[in-house]
Antibody, heavy 119, light 113 residues
Framework: EVQLVQSGAEVKKPGESLKISCQGS????????VGWVRQMPGKGLEWMGI????????RYSPSFQGQVTFSADRSINTAYLQWSSLKASDTAMYYC????????????WGQGTLVTVSS | DIVMTQSPDSLAVSLGERATINCKSS????????????LAWYQQKSGQPPKLLIY???TRESGVPDRFSGSGSGTDFTLTISSLQAEDVAVYYC?????????FGQGTKLEIK
């Protein structure tokens, strides 16, 4: 059974760093892309970008380029999304999704990680 | 960037009736190399992650009931639920994966009348 399990909710202060995770199982983790999607409170879905764990090829949306970093650890089938300095506007639910090709929709999604940034 | 615009923003339909959601892209999402439209539809129920319903504009994902169908090509697309069930209450999003940055429509909230 394909599963993507994301790390738990986080509460952080502005300026702090954060790394959230997405662990895949039930499929060949290095043969599929992992996409990241942001959903701000009460709002719609925003595509942040994708990473190919097989070689760490990444494609960022210009809206998120320089604001976040994608990475992956193939040895533990885990993809990461990280911030070096959080802002209140980063408060959102973040989803990872298995993506069969760089040009395809996410077919299996994680349960989401809620990030709250507040002083 | 490709902008996806859905209509309506919200929709109330009686149980058993047809629901239709439209999606328009600011430029064509048709891949001429394979004649596929790089357009998907997602369903998001309250408190849950999105669920893939339709890809390539009209191909139903495995396990999705056949009351859900997608149509359209180029820049204009439609998601149709032929006979609305109570469990279909959700927000529906179209999504283009033709050109990065990929993008979603703003969502259509579907309720029971």
């Amino acid at each position: 059974e394909v599963q993507l399990v994301q790390s738990g909710a986080e509460v952080k202060k502005p300026g702090e760093s954060l790394k959230i995770s997405c662990q895949g199982s039930g499929y060949s983790f290095t043969s599929y892309w992992v996409g990241w999607v942001r959903q701000m409170p009460g709002k719609g879905l925003e595509w942040m970008g994708i990473i190919y764990p097989g070689d760490s090829d990444t494609r960022y949306s210009p809206s998120f380029q320089g604001q976040v970093t994608f990475s992956a650890d193939r040895s533990i089938n885990t993809a990461y999304l990280q911030w070096s300095s959080l802002k209140a506007s980063d408060t959102a639910m973040y989803y990872c999704a298995r993506t069969p090709y760089s040009s395809s929709p996410g077919d299996y999604w994680g349960q989401g990680t809620l990030v709250t940034v507040s002083s | 960037d490709i902008v996806m615009t859905q209509s309506p923003d919200s929709l109330a339909v009686s149980l058993g009736e047809r629901a239709t959601i439209n999606c328009k892209s600011s430029q064509s999402v048709l891949d001429s190399s394979n004649n596929n439209n790089n357009l998907a539809w997602y369903q998001q129920k309250s408190g849950q992650p999105p669920k893939l319903l339709i890809y390539w504009a009209s191909t139903r994902e495995s396990g999705v009931p056949d009351r859900f169908s997608g149509s359209g090509s180029g820049t204009d697309f439609t998601l149709t639920i032929s006979s609305l069930q109570a469990e279909d209450v959700a927000v529906y999003y179209c999504h283009q994966y033709y050109d990065t940055p990929y993008s979603f429509g703003q969502g259509t909230k579907l309720e029971i009348k």
